[in-house]
RNA sequence: GUGACCAUAGCUUAGUGGUUAGAGCGGCGGCCUUACAAGCCGGAGGUCAGGGGUUCGAUUCCCCUUGGUCACACCA
């Protein structure tokens, strides 16, 4: 029985998600016939909480997962969390900043990593917490982190494969400084903002021919060259000449060079080169072989022979240098100019252009395509990054939606060089390059032999997102044989790698190895690591509950210690045992590629882009076959939702006040696809009452259908009455819409067409029209009314479930005929 | 600078080469009718930004103008 009185989420949001989860039914079967339907889960980075926009996400998500689980397919949603390297560390930083006023330097790599972990895991926590109340259906048993050991082992035979191809070199470039991250950042990370500048317009010094204009004095002092235009009449006579002399105490030799890149109308049409400082001048460099002088440091100091100057900040710099051009009668002119800064993406910081030492990807590199399952490469052709980025989505292999930031995509690959991956921080996967003496290793473990020390940077938190859709899929797979004795041959690629014993802590959840009958060779399946959650200590065996995913040495050797305090052990004597589920096809042939990758636009470049390169180049493969993007939340004024703005909603306390089922409805309705997501607080309410007015109608249809009612089966033509047949003529055709609709993404569309059958057609006209009959007539007129209602509120809820998941479970749990255990996996209705 | 997108009711918007352009919220009038007042019934409200073109027919396709949004590139 439904209660009486209004729906209130409260009272069965939490026990529908328990029944669903209890039920397996997140959990794709292991029925190998049928087919798959998937998606991997963008992880949020676990800086803290859920915020509108993930909810706008998980929402639809959910109704792509929910509707093609309803229809059979194999389907699975797999969640997992990023790591998001700079994101979190900054914001750790900060925090420790603030509580105790330290710096990670002050506490050191080890313990501040311990720190950031800790944190990491509490903002995991809150955020599965969370995830789950939106009503996402994810198989948590796949749950992966961008950091965890099974990510380490893709991201760390990602780097080395592609070193070994020369795809990844260390390069000796002018990089993106971010000085308060203390780090290198990439191009896509730098976010150009317009302010307010001066320009100068001065000489070097007074026997120097003529002037040149910059914004920034103080990098003058490395300048080793002016630029000026080829067919610039006013400085043709001076190029190829040499000077040398002082600037602000600092000597200089200038060359004068002739380059297409300077422009004659800008400033004096003379242009200072500071390889060093300036990305623009760095190439003008390479092209006319000019030397590089250093004179600003990672901590924006300067460098210089100058005391005045030595050590001071770029600012103040640039302030002691015009004053020095004014006493020396230099200064030609100072001007206003509206100037476009870079600065970077996560701290804000101004970037400075420093050269450095770091790990690039190169873009444009031909290699020799391996093993190639796409349309237009074929195995051993020769191709480069961008190539493969370019073809999958031409050749429509992969579907971008709305299209037109297909267009947005090919202009970015025309633009995009070669990716910095390296980064100066701590919370990452370590570069997985070791050091002795002049020797340079790559690979997934340190070396054999003392002295190799490991590369101290990380890597670019979407180097290893890049790799979500199949390192979350048991990537690499390990070939193994003789795999029941205790003793194993790890073949990776045909080639030995390592043997590997039981107790080898190597091991991790997630990693898969396929297995090999030792006799016939044949292959006859696979077997993935699922818990890690027992040790024994010599003869004395110990099993560790609630150690689900991970038991560390040190927890295991803690309670050891307590339950046998008379034994002395140590870490070491450790036993680890593992358990293996056994599949018959790996994950990665059984989902991937993914159908659908959905995420907002903004990080088309950032994560989509490199995700296509990874896996065209890794896997020979796409790694998704529609991308299928969405917009912004923005409030009521159509300003983005932002935590800085205050503006954001948050989608807890929505959840909490109305409900689930009335935010994910607001989110689809009225919005088109890939447009912006506006979101009011009217809108949401709107869907509440949308909630109210199902559990209403279903509480009159289920006390109206009589004791002894059973289902039959409903065919229109066996219905000579004109309402049966009409509400039935507009169920059919709802039904049908409603998959049209989402097979092209048009939630919202699918979404009004069942708001508007529900409310409009079946509640306001059919439910009253029927109600005389229901009340007062006796026989095949009530009856045919009653099998019309049932039919009519089964299928709704059919149609509902992917949008609004918890109230329909709730009304389906009452039906006093149920085809299946949950309407989670009922049949998803065709021609009703 | 290069390119993309958008403009529909008071607000948020859906949709379409073809009858009368839909919806939610709001507003107006009337209803406590045994599922629901978080509801029901009934009105009102639109030159589909402006102009031109293609067409038998344009809100829809093309061009221009205006206004707005975004991406990329940048001036040193």
New binding site residues.
């Given amino acids: 029985m439904l209660k009486e ?4 989420p409260q009272d069965h949001e939490e026990k529908i998600y328990q029944l669903w989860e209890q039920g397996g039914f997140f959990t794709p079967s292991i029925d190998q016939d049928k087919k798959s339907y998937s998606i991997v889960l963008p992880p949020p980075n676990v800086t803290g909480t859920l915020h509108i926009g993930h909810a706008l996400m998980l929402a639809i998500e959910d109704i792509l997962i929910r509707y093609h689980r309803m229809q059979g397919l194999r389907t699975l949603w797999l969640p997992g969390t990023d790591h998001a390297a700079i994101a979190t560390q900054s914001k750790v930083e900060k925090k420790i900043y603030k509580e105790e006023g330290k710096s990670r330097y002050d506490l050191g790599r080890e313990d501040f990593l311990k720190r950031v972990e800790k944190f990491a895991q509490e903002s995991h926590d809150t955020i599965v917490q969370q995830t789950k109340r939106m009503g996402a259906s994810l198989d948590w048993s796949r749950e992966a982190y961008t950091l965890d050991e099974a990510r380490n082992r893709a991201v760390n035979m990602a780097f080395k494969t592609m070193h070994d191809d020369g795809l990844i070199y260390q390069g000796d470039r002018v990089i993106n400084w971010d000085p308060k991250g203390q780090t290198t950042i990439s ?2 990370e ?3 903002v ?1 302010r307010e ?1 001066a ?1 100068y317009t001065f000489k070097y010094s007074s026997d120097f021919p003529f002037a ?5 004095p103080e ?1 003058k002092l490395g300048d080793t060259a002016v ?1 000026v235009h080829p067919n610039d009449e006013r400085y043709k006579k001076f190029i190829g000449q040499e000077y040398d002399l002082e600037f602000c105490k600092e000597k200089l030799h200038i060359k004068i060079i002739a380059d297409e ?12 080169v ?1 390889p060093a400082h ?4 760095w190439e003008i460099a390479q092209r006319h072989n000019l030397s590089l002088k250093q004179i600003i440091d990672e901590k924006t100091r300067i460098i210089s022979v100058n005391e005045n100057l030595q050590g001071k900040k770029v600012e103040e710099a640039r302030s002691i240098i015009v004053e020095w051009l004014k006493e020396n009668n230099l200064l030609i002119k100072e001007e206003p ?1 509206k ?3 870079a600065t970077a993406e996560r701290t804000g910081a101004l970037v400075e252009p420093l050269p450095k030492k770091q790990w690039f990807v190169a873009v444009n590199k031909e290699f020799v395509m391996k093993e190639s399952k796409l349309k237009n490469i074929k195995t051993g052709e020769k191709v480069t990054l961008k190539k493969l980025m370019r073809s999958v989505v031409e050749s429509s292999e992969i579907k971008i939606m709305p299209e ?1 930031f297909e ?2 995509y090919f ?2 690959i025309d ?1 995009l060089r070669d990716w910095c991956i390296s980064r100066q921080i701590w919370y990452g996967h370590r570069v997985p390059v070791y050091y002795k003496d002049q020797e340079i290793c790559v690979g997934a473990e340190a070396p054999v032999g003392d002295g190799w020390e490991q590369d101290p940077d990380t890597l670019d938190t979407w180097f290893s997102s890049g790799l979500w859709t199949f390192s979350t899929l048991g990537w690499p797979i390990n070939e193994v044989r003789h795999f029941h004795e205790s003793l194993v041959d790890l073949i990776i690629k045909g080639e030995k790698v390592k043997t590997y014993r039981f107790d080898d802590e190597s091991y991790c959840v997630g990693q898969v190895w396929q297995l090999e009958n030792s006799q016939t060779q044949e292959k006859f399946g696979y077997a993935k690591i699922t818990k890690v959650s027992q040790a024994r200590f010599g003869d004395i065996g110990y099993g560790a509950e609630g150690h689900e995913k991970y038991a560390s040495q040190e927890d295991m050797y803690e309670t050891f210690k307590r339950y046998y305090p008379e034994k002395e052990i140590t870490a070491d004597s450790l036993t680890w045992i593992y358990e293996f589920e056994y599949q018959q096809k790996s994950d990665l042939e059984t989902f991937h590629p993914t159908d659908v990758l959905e995420t907002g636009y ?1 990080i088309l ?1 950032f994560w989509v882009a490199r995700m296509i390169l990874m896996t065209t180049y890794l896997l020979g493969d796409i790694p998704f076959k529609t991308v299928y993007l969405h917009g912004l939340i ?1 409030d ?1 004024e ?1 300003q ?1 939702m932002s935590k800085s703005k205050d503006n954001a909603v948050d989608p807890l306390s929505v959840i909490d006040e109305q409900g689930a089922d009335a935010l994910r409805m607001a989110m689809v ?5 890939g ?2 997501v ?1 979101m ?1 607080p ?2 949401i ?2 869907q ?2 949308f ?3 199902i559990w ?2 279903s ?2 249809i289920l ?2 259908l009589g004791q002894e009612f059973k289902p039959a089966v409903v065919n229109i033509d066996l219905f000579k009455n004109s309402d049966d047949k009409d509400i039935l003529e507009k169920l059919a055709a709802t039904v049908k819409q409603t998959a049209i609709n989402l097979d092209n993404f ?1 939630f ?2 699918a979404a ?1 067409d069942i ?2 059958f529900f ?2 057609d079946l ?3 059919y ?2 029209s029927v ?1 005389s009959r229901l ?1 007062d007539e006796e026989g095949e007129s009530q009856e045919n009314a009653r099998q019309v209602l049932y039919h009519v509120l089964l299928n709704s809820l059919k149609l509902l479930h992917p949008f609004m998941p918890f109230i329909t479970e709730v009304v389906y749990q009452e039906l006093p005929y149920k085809n299946k255990q949950s309407l989670i996996i009922e049949d998803w209705p065709v021609n009703v």
């Fill in positions: 009185g209004p729906y209130n191009d896509d730098v976010v150009h317009e500048a320009l040149i204009a910059t914004t920034r990098t630029a890149s300077v422009d004659p109308e800008f400033g004096t049409g003379a242009l200072g500071t300036s990305h623009i001048d100019i100037q476009n800064v037109q267009k947005i202009h970015w633009n903004d470049f923005r009521a159509r983005k309705f009225g919005t088109g696809q447009n912006d506006v009011t009217d809108k309410v709107a509440k009452k909630a109210n007015k209403n109608a509480k009159f006390n109206n048009m919202h569309e009004q708001y508007q409310w409009h509640c306001d006209v439910l009253e109600k009340y």
